[in-house]
C-alpha cells in the first residue's frame, strides 16, 4: 500500500517554464488537495478536489490548475513558472467521512531560478 | 474565517523530559476536528493525534496527549519521556466539521521542536 505518492521530489526550473506535479494515491480516497509550504510556514491550499472530474480554488490558485480525470491522480500544473512559486509542494488525500484525517505526500521542492 | 496560532517558533526539551506546545485557535463553529502533524527533516507530514471538538475526552496516542479547553479555544499537546526521534516541526490544524465546501485544513505557523541527549 503506497498511500500518496508525489513525483519528482525536487525540480529547478526557469522562468516561464511549465511544469506538472504529479500526485496519485491508491486508497481509494474522494478527496484531494494540493499545498504549497513557504519556508518557516504552515501549509496553505492552493486546490482541492471532491471526486474525479470536480475541482475548485483554495486560498493562492493563481499561477496554477489542476485536473481530476481519476479517482487516483490528482496533478498540479505549473504554466509560467516566476520565483513566487518557490516553495515546497504537498499533495494530500483523505475519506469522504468529515473526521477522517489527510494522508501527505512526500511532497515535492520546486525551485524557479 | 478561522485562524491557528502557534506562539513558540521554537522549543527545545531534554530527552526523557515532557514538553508541552502550544496552539490556539479563532472559529465560531462548533463542530470541528483539531491535529497535530509532525514535520521531521525528511519533510514527511505525520498525523500525531487528532481530536474531535464534540468529545470532552483529551485524545491520547502512547506518549502524546492533548489537553483540548474549548471555551477557551486551546488545544496543546504534550509530550512524554521525549525522545531523540521526537526532533522535528509540529503544526496545529483546524479542520471544519460542516458538510459544505471542502473541509480544508488550516494550519498553525509551527513550533520547531529540538531534543536534547
Known amino acids: 500500500n503506497a498511500g500518496v505518492t508525489q513525483t519528482p521530489k525536487f525540480r529547478i526550473l526557469k522562468i516561464g517554464q511549465s511544469m506538472t506535479l504529479q500526485c496519485t494515491q491508491d486508497?481509494?480516497?474522494?478527496?484531494m488537495y494540493w499545498y504549497r509550504q513557504d519556508p518557516g510556514m504552515g501549509l496553505k491550499l492552493i486546490y482541492y478536489?471532491?471526486?474525479?472530474?470536480?475541482?475548485d480554488k483554495g486560498e493562492v490558485p493563481n499561477g496554477y490548475n489542476v485536473s481530476r480525470s481519476t479517482t487516483e491522480d490528482f496533478p498540479l500544473r505549473l504554466e509560467l513558472a516566476a520565483p513566487s512559486q518557490t516553495s515546497v509542494y504537498f499533495c494530500?488525500?483523505?475519506?469522504?467521512?468529515?473526521?477522517?484525517?489527510?494522508?501527505f505526500g512526500d511532497g515535492t521542492r520546486l525551485s524557479i531560478l | 474565517a478561522q485562524t491557528v496560532t502557534q506562539s513558540q517558533p521554537e522549543m527545545s526539551v531534554q530527552e526523557a523530559e515532557t514538553v508541552t506546545l502550544s496552539c490556539t485557535y479563532d472559529?465560531?463553529?462548533?463542530?470541528?476536528?483539531l491535529f497535530w502533524y509532525k514535520q521531521p527533516p525528511s519533510r514527511q507530514m505525520i498525523l500525531v493525534i487528532r481530536?474531535?471538538?464534540?468529545?470532552?475526552q483529551n485524545a491520547t496516542e502512547n506518549r502524546f496527549s492533548v489537553n483540548f479547553q474549548k471555551a477557551a479555544k486551546s488545544f496543546s499537546l504534550k509530550i512524554s519521556d521525549s525522545q531523540l526521534g521526537d526532533a522535528a516541526m509540529y503544526f496545529c490544524?483546524?479542520?471544519?466539521?460542516?458538510?459544505?465546501?471542502?473541509?480544508?485544513?488550516?494550519f498553525g505557523a509551527g513550533t520547531r521542536l529540538a531534543v536534547h541527549p
Open positions: 481530536q474531535e471538538a464534540y468529545k470532552q
Open positions: 486508497m481509494n480516497h474522494n478527496y
Open positions: 472559529t465560531s463553529e462548533s463542530d470541528y476536528y
Open positions: 494530500a488525500s483523505r475519506l469522504g467521512q468529515a473526521n477522517q484525517p489527510q494522508h
Open positions: 478536489s471532491v471526486g474525479a472530474g470536480i475541482t
Open positions: 490544524a483546524y479542520r471544519s466539521a460542516g458538510s459544505g465546501g471542502y473541509n480544508k485544513l488550516i
